[in-house]
T-cell receptor, first 113, second 114 residues
Framework: GESVGLHLPTLSVQEGDNSIINCAYSNSASDYFIWYKQESGKGPQFIIDIRSNMDKRQGQRVTVLLNKTVKHLSLQIAATQPGDSAVYFCAENKGNQGGKLIFGQGTELSVKP | SAVISQKPSRDICQRGTSLTIQCQVDSQVTMMFWYRQQPGQSLTLIATANQGSEATYESGFVIDKFPISRPNLTFSTLTVSNMSPEDSSIYLC???????????FGSGTRLTVV
């Protein structure tokens, strides 16, 4: 079936290093993608989004890259901090599917001081 | 972005009983959704809550088990009926105003069925 999945379930990085979290999606009709951060005991928190007519978008310390050719999405976090430790999810919105979001598996990011 | 109040934040329930979870938004939103997140897992969409009509359920979820109400553009409820330990999960409400402007999530309801 259609799915959004992640290449790496866990990622451990040193404080100050850059982090890259990857995500693959299977539906070429998806036109809107979002990255979420979820800390323990909390709901997902919006980080950054990107539409299918773009291939890159930057926020504060975060960059999302979209490669529609290979249906791949990545989240880059610059100068990773201990407060970045959380589970990160990618989600896709299929524009003709009533606006619902489908979530990927999730990657747990652990930042070592 | 919209602010969501989800209640209760957690509950421990006896098997065979039902629990109703409330989602209150501080502004009118077009779309409201209910998700389930089992321990250590990703989010799975249960249904889209439609204002003034029956919810649209995803495969594997049925109205008898998860009845949903949405009487207006700022409020929805999800009931988990005839609970079993397998229903122990976090249940999350999500809203969006346009479907292309970011989706906001509530803090979730952590349900434990004993």
């Amino acid at each position: 079936g259609e799915s959004v999945g992640l290449h790496l379930p866990t990622l451990s990085v040193q404080e100050g290093d850059n982090s890259i979290i990857n995500c693959a999606y299977s539906n070429s009709a998806s036109d809107y993608f979002i990255w979420y951060k979820q800390e323990s005991g909390k709901g997902p928190q919006f980080i950054i989004d990107i539409r299918s007519n773009m291939d890159k978008r930057q926020g504060q310390r975060v960059t999302v890259l979209l490669n529609k050719t290979v249906k791949h999405l990545s989240l880059q976090i610059a100068a990773t901090q201990p407060g970045d430790s959380a589970v990160y999810f990618c989600a896709e919105n299929k524009g003709n599917q009533g606006g619902k979001l489908i979530f990927g598996q999730g990657t747990e990011l652990s930042v070592k001081p | 972005s919209a602010v969501i109040s989800q209640k209760p934040s957690r509950d421990i329930c006896q098997r065979g009983t039902s629990l109703t979870i409330q989602c209150q938004v501080d502004s009118q939103v077009t779309m409201m959704f209910w998700y389930r997140q089992q321990p250590g897992q990703s989010l799975t969409l249960i249904a889209t809550a439609n204002q003034g009509s029956e919810a649209t359920y995803e495969s594997g979820f049925v109205i008898d088990k998860f009845p949903i109400s949405r009487p207006n553009l700022t409020f929805s409820t999800l009931t988990v009926s005839n609970m079993s330990p397998e229903d122990s999960s976090i249940y999350l409400c999500s809203v969006t105003k346009t479907g292309a402007d970011g989706y906001t999530f509530g803090s979730g309801t952590r349900l434990t069925v004993v």
